[in-house]
């Protein structure tokens, strides 16, 4: 009798183990079944360690990738250089961050048949790939990025590193220089000294600190010494109030206020305008950028308010800098990927949403008019066909024999095209001479996709 009872008891407890694991083997597939359907070693998901994405669009419908199967591009190798630090490569050197990022979004997943279909899927992106081979045409093989945005609504209309390749012929990288960094997407992940943009950032302390600031006179003999260093201009300015300053880029003039304004100011306005900040958005990160100013000398300050010493920006995060600006001092948060569609049903669409504020209005309005000053005295209106533009040029040292890098960065008022923009060419030299006409060139280029829509 005791045998039968313990063999009872033994086949019991061997059904409630066996019932207790059946149950966690259910419970696992519902919860982690797609997690083992979406694995890259499913052929059926993924090939060449690609998402099978369907296909993915500019915001006007013309094709940029057909991820069904593999990779397919089109037939524009200006389009698909482009596009490149985009959509990633087909080896995988370059990620493709969006289709990894929207993946639940871009797989059709059924409990029971887990089947999908890629050749139903799209992504919308909000880029424009007129103005993106406009862009790489203007940068002309040079290093460094360009990018637009709205910065009403978030929308990138423009995002391109350089220098790039064309991902069908990913063998004309080589070890040269002109290919370092070849497969980092600059706008996104690379940070750089901004010479004399980050005047905006000192303006933005001068402005709000110093009451008298509208008020003075300032001189410019073309050069000032601080703290026993010499610190040169780029001209002899003579006499000149704070908007002269701002449109002559006037280096003593910065470097005085900046030490006027000490180390805790520069570092709270910096601070201010998101300068150490990340960005994410669509799977993508941007560098953090910032500068340090905790126990400098006054003469070293004086370059930090230059925009030398060790400040360093991220272009991404500092073109929506100049949209707070032109924005009464709040920004839309950047966002390429727009609307994403899987089978019958829109599995995503983008909302615009709000940054924080990072100026009061009366501030924007009083940089937009020294920074819209800056393109009537210097620039030229000429340069952005007529259109009402603030903008800063910049011309970074590196040091060590390098030529200097050159960067401009703005905004647009205009109602139909209220976009921010940076543009950064490395060894470039002169900011004015070199990113300018690039920019020219790409403005035209939205002109007349604007005219198109």
């Not at 694991?21 to 059926?44: E, P």
Request: aromatic share 8%.
């Amino acid at each position: 009798m005791n045998k039968i009872a313990n063999r009872a008891w033994a086949a019991t407890l061997l059904a409630i183990v066996l019932f207790l694991g059946l149950c966690t083997i259910v419970l696992r597939y519902f919860r982690d079944s797609k997690d083992w359907y979406l694995h890259q070693s499913n052929s059926d998901v993924y090939s060449g360690g690609h998402l099978n994405s369907g296909k993915v669009y500019d915001r006007k419908g013309t094709l940029l990738l057909n991820a069904e199967n593999g990779r397919t591009y089109p037939d524009d190798a200006l389009l698909r250089r482009s596009t490149l630090h985009l959509l990633g490569d087909v080896q995988g050197n370059i990620p493709d961050h969006m289709m990894e990022y929207y993946s639940d979004e871009l797989t059709s997943y059924d409990l029971f048949g887990g089947t999908q279909d890629a050749s139903n899927v799209s992504m919308t992106l909000t880029v424009n790939g007129q103005i993106q081979k406009a862009a790489t045409d203007a940068m002309a093989g040079r290093k460094g990025c360009l990018g637009i945005y709205n910065y009403k609504t978030g929308e990138v209309i423009c995002m391109v590193s350089g220098n790039t390749y064309d991902p069908l012929n990913p063998s004309e990288v080589d070890d040269s220089d002109a290919y370092a960094g070849v497969y980092v997407n600059r706008f996104i992940s690379s940070v750089y000294t901004p010479g004399s943009i980050f005047k905006v950032v000192t303006s933005m302390a001068a402005i709000e600190q110093i009451e008298d600031l509208d008020s003075r006179t300032f001189f410019c003999g073309g050069s000032c010494v601080i703290n026993n260093e010499t610190i040169n201009c780029n001209s002899y300015h003579g006499k000149l109030n704070f908007d002269k300053a701002v449109s002559k880029s006037c280096n003593v003039v910065f470097a005085q206020l900046a030490v006027e304004l000490g180390p805790e100011i520069m570092q709270k306005y910096a601070e201010q305008a998101g300068i150490g900040e990340r960005m994410l958005f669509d799977g993508f990160k941007t560098a953090a950028g910032g500068i340090d100013t905790e126990g400098v000398p006054e003469n070293e300050l004086a370059w930090v308010g230059i925009g030398q010493s060790t400040n360093r920006i991220n272009p991404c995060q500092y073109m929506t800098l100049m949209g707070a600006i032109a924005n009464g001092g709040v920004a839309a948060k950047p966002y390429v990927v727009s609307k994403i569609r899987c089978g019958q049903e829109e599995t995503y669409r983008a909302a615009t949403t709000m940054g924080d504020r990072i100026m009061t209005e009366e501030l924007a309005a009083r940089l937009d008019q020294a920074l819209h000053g800056a393109v009537v005295e210097s620039y030229g209106e000429w340069n952005f066909s007529g259109l009402y533009v603030g903008a800063k040029t910049g011309t970074a040292q590196r040091g060590g024999g390098l030529a200097a890098n050159s960067l401009l960065t703005g905004y647009i008022k205009d109602e139909a095209m209220p976009y921010a923009f940076i543009v950064v060419i490395e060894g470039g030299g002169s900011g004015g001479r070199t990113c300018l006409p690039i920019m020219r060139q790409v403005i035209n280029a939205c002109l007349v996709a604007k005219d198109m829509e």
